[in-house]
């Protein structure tokens, strides 16, 4: 980000560009763990988990991490199969 500002202030300097924006990009967050996915993992029974792919040491790690109030990650691949 430095660089391409720096990049952007010789530009404007040397007169090759008309307009200097020094205001930096809001990032875009996308969360794995949305409440709607913990809801959907702590309603998942054990024979609904295995019919859509999850195996069951994973679908208790998901459980258990759904139970905590803290951020976790649910891989794409699993992801899928919940929504």
Avoid: W
Avoid at 25 to 50: F, G, H, M, N, Y
């Amino acid at each position: 980000m430095i660089l391409k500002k720096t990049e952007e202030l010789g530009r404007f300097l040397l007169g090759k560009s008309e307009t200097l924006d020094f205001s930096e990009p809001v990032p875009k967050i996308v969360r794995s763990d949305s409440l709607e996915i913990r809801k959907r993992i702590l309603r998942l029974s054990q024979k609904q988990a295995t019919e859509i792919g999850i195996s069951k040491s994973t679908l208790n790690h998901l459980r258990k991490n759904a139970r905590e109030n803290k951020k976790f990650r649910v891989y794409e691949k699993v992801a899928a199969r919940l929504r």
